[in-house]
Nanobody, 122 residues
């Protein structure tokens, strides 16, 4: 099972960008997916999460500007970034909490995708 993220790049302040992350493999069920980020010289921090059939959660710093959504049929989560600011420049990491099908049933796995870099230019 793996996560693949797409969509990073250069974006101007006031512009928009969409990140996507897809989970693939022997997935039984996805509990939660989300995005974290690590800016230059900073620790990794939560950006947003979405729980299957449940609520979304956002960091205060991105509320009103970022939107997380999911497509259960595609095991994919999206992060719409609107009105980005310089401080949104970071490497964005996809995260998933899911159940993986095994020979004898299922096991829980926590996965991280390889980061995708977002650079905001003013």
């Amino acid at each position: 099972v793996q996560l693949q993220a797409f969509g990073g790049g250069l974006v101007q302040t006031g512009g928009s960008l969409r990140l996507s992350c897809s989970a693939s493999g022997s997935i039984r069920y996805i509990n939660k997916m989300g995005w974290y980020r690590q800016g230059p010289g900073k620790q990794r921090e939560l950006v947003a999460t979405i729980t299957t059939g449940g609520p979304t959660n956002y960091a205060d710093s991105v509320k009103g500007r970022f939107t997380i959504s999911g497509d259960n049929a595609k095991n994919t989560v999206y992060l719409q970034i609107d009105s980005p600011k310089d401080e949104d420049t970071a490497v964005y990491y996809c995260h998933a909490d899911l159940l993986v099908t095994t020979t004898y049933g299922a096991r829980r796995e926590i996965l991280w995708g390889r980061g995708t870099k977002v650079t905001v230019s003013s």
